[in-house]
Each structure stands twice: as C-alpha cells, then as structure tokens.
C-alpha cells in the first residue's frame, strides 16, 4: 500500500499502519519493507514466513529509505550495492561484470542508514549543544558586559561621592579662612581708629597750648611771660600695625589623586570561561538533591510512556461563570483555570467545583493567563500593557510591565519559572524572557537573517529541551526556536489551510496544537514532525481551541462552543 498523501493525512487520527485496509495507529515500522505497521500487523508480520526476518522497530528508530538514483549504465535497476574496492555506488547488475568481479559489496541502503543516523547525530549535536553552549556563552559575555557597566558606573559615582566630599570641605575651610580675615580686619582697623583718636586728641591739646601761647605773647600779658612757664608734651607713641599674610597652600595634582583615590587595574590573569564537555548536561547551576530526584522520576517516566494505541476520554468538566473555554492553564491534576471569550477567569477543582473568578481585560483568543510552579496565576492586561499575579490568598499584584509592547501571549516554564511572554508593538513582534522574579533577561524577534520570527504570536509555550514554540495567528504557523532563540522549524498543517491557536507541550517533548481550519489537534514531535491528529470530531470535540497537559499526563482540551473541558488519556 503506497505512503497516505499529506491531505489523506491530515484527515486521519492517526499515522495508520500500511497494511491494506488497516486503519490502525501505525506504531512500528518495517525497514524491510519501508512502511508503518500497527502492533497486530507487526505479530502477523514476523509469523509470515515471507517477512519472519524483517527487521522491525519503533516507527520514531526506523532507518530512512534509500533515495531513488538510477544507474547510469542500467537505466531500469537502481543504485543499491557499494563496491568496497571501488568506493562506488552500483546497481545489483554491475556486480555481475567483469570489472568488479571478487570484489566485496556492501548495502548501499545500510550505508545510507548508518550515515543518516551519523549526519543526524551531528546535526542534534550543533542544536542540542554546539549552538546552545556557544549562545550561553555569549550570554555570559553580555552578563559580563553589564557586570562591567555597572561596576565601573559604581567607580564612577564613587569618584563623584569623593569629589563632592572634597569639595565640601574645601568650601567649609574656605568659609572659615575668610571668617578669620574678617575678623581680622575688624580687630586691626579697631587698633588703627584708638591710634587715630589718640592723635586727634593730641592735636586737640595742641591747639589749646597753641591759643595759651598766643595769649602769654600778648603786649597785655607780657608779664605773664616772667611769671608762668608753659611745656608742651610729647608727641604719643603709636605702633605700626603689620598687614597679615597669606600662605598659599602648596599640593600638587598628585596629592588631590592620592586624596580623591584611584581606579586600581588588578594585575590577575583573566580566568578561562568553562565550557561544559559534549557529554555533560549543560547546565547553569548544581542542582539539588530533590532536583536531581525530580530529573530522575521524569526520566523514569519518560522510559515507561509511550503514545497509547488510542485516545480515551477520562473525564469532562463543565465550567460554570465561563461561556466558553477559549483557554485553559493547568500545572497540577485537577486544579484548572479557564477563560471565556468575555475575559473571566476561573478556577475550579477536581470536582469541577468554582473556587474563584475574576474578571480581566483578556482578548478571546489569545493564551494570555499561565498557571505558575508555586500554585501562582500569572494574565496580561493588554490595554495598559502589564502582567498581573494572582496568589493563592486571592491576592492580585502587579508583577511585570511591558513599556509600550503589547502583552498577548504568557506562559511559565516548569523547566526555571522563567516567564516568556508573546508581545507586539507598531507591526513588530517578539518574545521576551523574565525572570521569575520579573526582570526582562532575553529578546527574540529575528532570525540570522534578519527576518521577523513572528507576526502574531497569540499562544506560547515552553517544550522539555527549553524550545520556545510559538502558535502564530497571522503567520498560520507554529514556529519554535531553541532557548537561546534560534529558529529551529515551523509547522504549517498537513492540508491546504492551518490556522493554530492553543499550543501545549508534554513530557515526552511531544507538540500539541489546535488547529481552527480543520477543528483538529495535531500532534507533532520535538523536531516540528506530524505524528496525527489526534484528536478531532471522533473523539467528541467540536471547535478546539486551548490545549495543556498536567502532571499526571492528563489532555485537557477547552472548546470555544461550550464550556466544557474534556480530559483525555493519550499516553500508555
């Protein structure tokens, strides 16, 4: 049976066996035979005496096909055989002659396996670790930028801080210098003006002994002359006052250097930046004993998972203070919030019991609200442009603001609680990575090309390798970047039209998207490869809108027509 076209494919649930008229999830793969085979056709397969000794695998470990290249010298055989003496390709006919007789022939199409299988391995090295650790360190490089700003702005203010203080003090002396002169000045012209009443006094007396002489020289009086003896006193002494002076004070500008400090050069030699060896798990910190335990356990569960034969609903919840669920938040099992189309929240339990509601300026399609690790909700408020936190307590504060881009899209990483928000401004779009404490530490929004990665980004979410995908409404596409933001793939649908809206992820790094073309949820793998649709109308959902996965492996599915959720188990 020849390989399903990709519109036959988009229409069926799922990657179906290529047995003739076998309808059935093909899981396996024949590397034989080169098709996809259900575990039913798989057992039937190795009894057949034909085909007993196929090799047959996971259809995810099957070996690639040998593309078709006809020989040259025998136009109607293909290029099957590698000549070992020769080094060339052949068909099985050139074998057969003269020119490569008692040569030794090797499978072309296991050459070609063991070098996909090699360039594949070298491809997933540049993404998974050349790339990553490179970018990593160029992030380092920027932290070390800013570090250095930073440091040498605090110099900076530093040198300011001492020059003011100096100043300071040089305005203080200054003040009491001149203060002293003042005094000074009025202490000496005080000392000046007693010498200078002393001598009007004295030129008083003399004018009055003056007058007396005057009066003894008179014809009248001259008889006074023989009977009285005038003497006149002597001149007061007074002392010559000395100016002060002033005594300049003597530094040089080395002595303001050593006064204000300097800036010290260490003389250590720079340390080498630590690349962590392509075996080790990159890392940006030790993690802890419970992390370790943590990684473990999903390890563990990654090893026991697999996509189950079949979906199977688990339970529904009817959601009462929504109209619809447009999109739904869930971190724990059993503990969900959904938003309608009116911008209400609400949160229930497991019993499908409404804990809370509030109400919010959220847009009707747009996976603006993100359930948190620590049991925090986290909604944007695109008309004022910030992220709100809900606390357990009920409590709402503001946590982030986005200046003047536009929140659409928010998701919270269970890898770091780092939060990615999908954000746009004047027909520009981006995402952008805070902290978990709401500081702003990474931007994509091109690729190496310069090229705008997004347009719409009104779903995000986060994948198990730290993958950013994307569900972009006017790009009709998903488009997913590494953790150090470069482009990976994008997924436009398997039919003629794909319109993605909620996008979730799960522990086996598997991509669920809705798509709002077909009413369909396309199931893809970590490398943007369709696997099914895995969920459509046979499986009872109309219209899909919000998809996410919680702890316990559980598909919850939110319906714009209704406002019941489904949950769904489609993992074994």
């Known amino acids: 049976m020849s390989e399903p076209s990709d519109e036959q494919a988009a229409m069926q649930h799922y990657l179906v066996c290529g047995t003739e008229d076998c309808q059935t999830n093909g899981q396996f793969y024949c590397n034989a035979c080169h098709r996809p085979l259900c575990e039913q056709c798989r057992d039937e397969h190795v009894k057949n005496p034909d085909t007993k000794f196929h090799e047959i695998a996971l259809y995810r470990h099957r070996k ?45 199409e296991e050459i070609y396996a063991e070098k996909y299988a090699h360039q594949q391995g070298e491809f997933s090295k540049i993404q998974k670790y050349f790339l990553p650790t490179s970018q990593g360190l160029k992030i380092d490089i920027e932290a070390d930028a800013t570090q250095i700003r930073k440091a040498m702005e605090s110099i900076r203010t530093s040198m300011k801080t001492e020059a003011e203080s100096l100043k300071h003090l040089v305005d203080e002396v200054t003040t009491e210098n001149l203060e002293q002169t003042h005094s000074m000045e009025k202490s000496l012209l005080k000392m000046l003006k007693s010498q200078e009443i002393t001598y009007d006094d004295y030129i008083a007396y003399l004018g009055k002994i003056s007058d007396e002489f005057q009066h003894y020289l008179s014809l009248k009086n001259q008889n006074l002359l023989f009977s009285k003896t005038l003497k006149i006193k002597t001149i007061p002494e007074t002392y010559k006052l000395i100016a002060p002076a002033f005594t300049s004070g003597k530094f040089s500008k080395d002595d303001i250097s050593k006064l204000l400090g300097r800036v010290n050069v260490p003389n250590t030699e720079p340390e080498k930046r630590k690349i962590q060896p392509l075996e080790a798990k990159s890392t940006h910190m030790k993690p802890t004993e419970k992390q370790l335990e943590q990684s473990k356990e999903k390890s563990d569960v990654k ?45 229930i339990d497991s019993q499908g019991n409404q804990l809370q509601k509030i109400q919010t300026s959220g847009y009707r399609d ?74 702003e530490i990474q931007n994509v929004q091109r690729d190496i090309k310069e090229q705008g990665l997004y347009s719409n980004p009104h779903y995000i979410t986060e994948n198990i390798n730290g993958d950013i995908c994307i569900s972009d409404y006017d790009k009709d596409a998903v488009v997913v970047v590494n953790k150090s933001g470069q482009f990976r793939f994008s997924y436009k649908g398997q039919g003629t039209e794909f319109i993605p809206f909620g996008i979730c992820t799960d522990v086996l790094g598997h991509i669920l998207v809705c798509d709002n073309a077909s009413d369909t949820v396309h199931l893809l793998d970590q490398d943007g490869r369709f696997l099914s649709v895995i969920l459509s109308s046979q499986q009872g959902i109309k219209c899909p809108r919000s998809v996410g996965v919680d702890g316990g492996n559980n598909l919850y599915v939110g319906q714009y027509l209704t406002n019941t959720i489904i949950v769904y188990k489609y993992l074994q």
């Open 64 to 108: 690639h096909q040998l593309p078709v290249e006809k020989c040259k010298l025998h136009p109607t055989r293909n290029v099957d055989i590698f000549c070992k003496e020769c080094k060339i390709p052949l068909c099985s006919k050139c074998s057969t002659v003269e020119e490569h007789h008692g040569h030794r022939f090797d499978d072309l």
């Open 366 to 439: 747009q996976g603006y609200h993100s359930a948190t690790h620590d049991g925090n909700l986290i909604f944007t408020d695109k008309y004022i442009n910030v992220i709100y936190r809900i606390t357990p307590d009920r409590k709402i504060t503001e946590f982030i603001k986005t200046g003047d881009w536009t929140p659409l899209s928010v998701h919270s990483s269970r890898i770091n609680g780092d939060i990615l928000v999908g954000i746009i401004k004047d027909y520009q779009a981006k995402v952008t990575r805070y902290s978990k404490t709401g500081k």
């Open 303 to 347: 090893q026991t998972l697999a996509l189950s034969s079949s979906v199977t609903k688990v339970r529904e919840y009817r959601v009462s203070g929504v109209d619809n669920a447009r999109h739904v938040s869930v971190r724990k099992s059993g503990r969900l919030w959904v938003s309608d189309s009116n911008g209400y929240i609400v949160q």
